[in-house]
């Protein structure tokens, strides 16, 4: 919600095959963020951008790679060098504002064949 | 040693009891969020906050900046509340502007 949009919601990814999950927005956020969530696990940083053409790795960067040729998506591709990418990924921006919510995309999860 | 503590991990309670879910974190911070989960996955912003005490219907959240420590407190708990509630702490600037989240606390209220 909050203008973030994430698809697929569910993903299956076969053995050595990249895949790309979607995050659009349509709020004009010029920050957005990546997130993992495996479970018992709370969630961590993959990658960020803070303004277009523009991103950072975070926490958990390697086997993944992200784009920001325009502010309203964001896209973050898994690639086969990501051993371990059965997960929940959530997209959301960063708000400036102190008093406003923190708003997600729906999430995908990726599971592997 | 964990940024964002939370506890209880899980939690089970009688609908109408009384809830408190705590958040302990380590670093300075410049605005504290409280996050509910659903099955799905879906996440719902609660609260954000950097001082004092907020409430929304039954939900009550504070924090104490001293001692680095937020409650989250559900009132005549329901069924519906049940779900994963999460902790999350935003720092300053630059990657310290993403947030640091806790574990989750997973509330099972009986009917």
């Known amino acids: 919600d909050g203008g973030i949009t994430q698809s697929p919601k569910y993903l299956f990814r076969k053995e050595g095959q990249n895949v790309t999950l979607s995050c659009e927005q349509n709020?004009?956020?010029?920050?957005m963020y990546w997130y993992r969530q495996d479970p018992g696990q709370g969630l961590r940083l993959i990658y960020y951008s803070q303004i277009v053409n523009d991103f950072q790795k975070g926490d958990i960067a390697e086997g993944y790679s992200v784009s920001r040729e325009k502010k309203e998506s964001f896209p973050l591709t898994v690639t086969s060098a990501q051993k371990n990418p059965t997960a929940f990924y959530l997209c959301?921006?960063?708000?400036?504002?102190?008093?406003?919510?923190?708003?997600f995309g729906d999430g995908t999860r990726l599971s592997i064949l | 040693k964990n940024e964002v503590e939370q506890s209880p991990q899980n939690l089970t309670a009688q609908e109408g009891e009384f809830i408190t879910i705590n958040c302990s974190y380590s670093?300075?911070?410049?605005?504290l969020h409280w996050l509910q989960q659903h099955p799905g996955g879906g996440i719902v912003s609660l609260f954000m906050?950097?001082?004092g005490k907020k409430k929304h219907g039954r939900l009550i959240a504070t924090i104490n900046i001293q001692e680095k420590h937020s409650s989250l407190h559900i009132t005549a708990s329901h069924p519906r509340d049940s779900a994963v509630y999460i902790c999350a702490v935003r720092g300053y600037g630059g990657s310290q502007g993403n947030l640091i989240f806790g574990k989750g606390t997973k509330l099972s209220v009986k009917p």
């Open positions: 670093v300075g911070i410049s605005a």
């Open positions: 709020l004009n956020h010029d920050a």
């Open positions: 906050l950097s001082s």
């Open positions: 959301a921006p960063h708000l400036r504002g102190l008093d406003q919510p923190q708003h």
